[in-house]
Structures are given as C-alpha cells and as structure tokens.
C-alpha cells in the first residue's frame, strides 16, 4: 500500500491544535483530540451563532471586520451611547457617543471609527464623532442632518448616504463625503429611500433595499462621482445590513415586511441568494466585514435583540476530520 510520504514527500504534521487557515489537501494529526484531519473549503456559505453583544439593540452603527467589529448607538427603550467592541469570540463594552441616538451610521475600524447622524427625542442629529480605540471626539457635522443614514469608506475618506431627513419629502438621497474633517455635498442616488444596506469605500460604494416607499431591491453604485443603477436584490425589503466591497458584498436580514433572514451575495453585476440564511431573523441590525467573513449582530425580531452571527462564505478554509471508509 502507499505511504503518505511516498505520495506527498512528507511526512503528516503531529500538532496540538488545528491551523487556524488550512490550505485544502493539507493533512495533520491533532495529538489532544487523537483524530487525522485536513483541509478543505466551504461550498456554501453559511451563518454560526456568536456570543451575544453586552446591550440589546437596534438601530446600531457599525464599523469594522469579522474578528475587530465596532458597535455604537441604537435604540433599548430610548437613544443608546453604548459602543461595544468584538474581538472574533466576544464583546466587550467601551466608553460610549458623546451623543446618544439611533439610527445612526458609521464606517471605518474598530480603532477608527467614525459615527454620524441619527435621531434623539430631540430630533433628527448631523453630529459626526470619531473613534481612536478608546474613546469619541466631536468632529464636524454632516450637512444634513437625518436618521437611518448608511454609510462607506473610512474614517479619513467615509461616505453618508440616503435617510430620513424629516420634512414633507422626509425620505433623502443626499450623499456627503468626509475628508477627516469636515464633510461636502456630492451628487445624491438616484432613488432616495432610508433603512437600506451598504457596503464599500468611498470612491466605489453600493447601496442596496430599503424603503423609498415601498420596499424596494434597487441597487445603486457609486464611483467617487454618481450614482449608478445596477441589478437589484432577489429580495426586494427594507432595514437590512450589508458589507464588504462593490464588487463582491452581502446583504443579509431585514424585513419583507415580516423579518427575514435571507442572504444575498453580490459579485458587482447581480445579487445571487445564499441558501444559508440568519438564525435569527430580524431587521434594523448592524453589519460588517467581507463577502466571505462578514458579521451580523443586534437588530429587532421583533424585540431588541443581542444575536451576533458570524458568516463563512464559499471558499472560505475549513477543517475536516478524516475517518476510515
């Protein structure tokens, strides 16, 4: 019979622990389970329930990656100030807005971050504050002030778009950029509507859903200049969460109206649905990451929740215990 190393020219790995990225092929023996194990690659994507964030909400802000995730603002039984941070297995609470509102956009990492926007009893906020890790500082505001605003980009080069801006017209399509210190008025999307995902940087951003009225699948590019129109959602619904890039993004949640958990992959032409879907279904979450690692968490379904889900895309690397046929 033939040997492994005869086939590979190596002998298999003894280690303690699985690699944290196998390639697919890679062969090891784990010494603390006592079970041959290799590499190999997801098929379809799929969500794995996380540990639940420190304070119920929705109506959040987001900023961040799968494994260094930001969490800020919100609606519990008024305006929220909590921000709380994920390291990849946990949150853990740090010092809060300056300003407590809901709605409220954001964009950039979880050691910069930036927040703008949002609602108070007071009334509809254009305050902008960024993040540095530990703590908020007041910045500029946005030009229009509105709610449910959606956000790309950093916090150097961020992007604000679409929302409740209140008056007659109340739903906006304003789009502003921020140069890390103040923000400029830019050409606004095509079809204004609020609670919609986004996902991008700011000179290739995308906007997908939300309630214009009524809910709708539009889905609209942006390249540093305009808006384009491009294929819409196969789910056409409104407060839904997305993230990584323009060419390759994700939407996921929402309602339809009824929550939804449904995930759509977009790969810069056409949106296409996931069979793996949210655990748990709700609208008005918070979202992060990328295509293939992204992160959904907080939300109402149908009350405040702290659900945190983590997202494993096709292709992504996978271990496999090998057993004897």
Avoid: H
Wanted: overall charge negative; charged content about 10%.
């Amino acid at each position: 019979m033939a040997e492994y190393i005869n086939i590979k020219g190596q002998n298999i790995e003894v280690v303690a622990s699985d690699p944290a990225n196998p390639t697919q092929g890679q062969i090891w023996y784990n010494s603390t389970s006592n079970t041959l194990k290799g590499g190999d690659v997801t098929t379809a994507g799929a969500w794995a329930t996380g540990n639940n964030m420190n304070t119920a909400r929705y109506s959040l802000g987001d900023a961040g990656i799968q494994t260094a995730a930001l969490a800020f603002g919100g609606y519990i039984a008024g305006p929220s100030s909590a921000t709380e941070e994920y390291d990849g297995n946990s949150w853990a609470n740090s010092n809060p807005l300056n300003t407590s509102r809901y709605g409220v956009g954001g964009c950039g990492t979880q050691t910069a971050g930036l927040a703008f926007g949002g609602e108070t009893p007071g009334g509809l906020q254009n305050a902008t504050e960024e993040y540095d890790g530990n703590s908020w500082t007041n910045s500029n505001p946005l030009n229009t002030a509105r709610n449910q605003v959606k956000g790309a980009g950093t916090q150097t080069a961020g992007l604000a778009f679409a929302g409740d801006a209140g008056g007659p017209t109340f739903i906006s399509g304003a789009t502003e950029e921020y140069d890390g210190n103040s923000w400029t008025s830019v050409n606004s999307m095509n079809t204004a509507r609020r609670l919609l995902a986004s996902a991008g940087t700011q000179t290739a951003a995308l906007g997908a859903g939300g309630n214009n009225p009524p809910f709708t699948g539009i889905t609209e590019e942006y390249d540093g200049i305009s808006w384009a129109t491009s294929n819409p959602l196969n789910t056409g619904r409104s407060a839904l969460a997305g993230c990584g890039i323009q060419t390759a993004a994700l939407a996921f949640g929402g309602t339809t109206p009824g929550n939804t958990g449904a995930t759509e992959e977009y790969d810069g032409t056409s949106w296409a649905t996931s069979p793996g879907s949210l655990n748990t279904a709700r609208q008005q979450l918070a979202g992060c990451g990328t295509q293939t690692a992204g992160l959904a968490f907080g939300g109402e379904g149908p009350s405040a929740t702290a659900a945190t889900e983590e997202w494993t895309g096709a292709g992504a690397p996978t271990t496999v215990t090998i057993t004897a046929s």
